[in-house]
Each structure stands twice: as structure tokens, then as C-alpha cells.
């Protein structure tokens, strides 16, 4: 999976999800050049600040798989909270 983000806290996540096998897309120049990536692949997952920095947002496909192994490695500093299906 394709996977890119933004923000304060993307350089611990691309260096974190880089680790879990994924691949680095559609970077900034300043993390293409950090992660010696250079791919403008649209992403599969995104992951970007929340408007008052306090956390992110993780949208996307498969996002499910990519946050329970979040939840085993960030487990005591992941609050996670799934959105409300508006079909249902």
C-alpha cells in the first residue's frame, strides 16, 4: 500500500509505516529527500494533522489493517475513534 503524510508529526509516521512495509508517496521535497524517495503515486492512505495539531486523521483504503498495527506499537498514545457510517 501506498501510503503519504503531512504535517508535525509525518516524519515519525513515513519513517514508522517505511518500517512496516509500506510505500512512501507523494512526499514533500524536504521528506523526498529525508527518506531518499522520490514517488508521486497517488496514495491509498493519507494521514494529515488534525486543525488543532492534537493528533491526525488517517483516511483512505484498508485503513483498518494499518491502525490495529498502529494499536500494537502506539498503544499507549492511540485514541482511536471510527467514523460513523453515514449509509446505515
Partial sequence: M?????????TG??????DLGYE???LSEEQ???FNVDSN???DIS???LKDKSGVVII???TDNLINKLKDILWDSLYYKKPLDRYS
Fill in 47 to 49: 494521514i494529515l494533522d
Fill in 41 to 43: 503515486d497517488k496514495e
Fill in 60 to 62: 483512505g483504503k484498508d
Fill in 24 to 26: 512512501l508517496t507523494n
Fill in 2 to 10: 501506498k501510503v503519504s503524510a503531512r504535517g508535525i508529526y509525518s
Fill in 13 to 18: 509516521f513515513l519513517s514508522l509505516l517505511r
Fill in 32 to 34: 523526498s529527500k529525508r
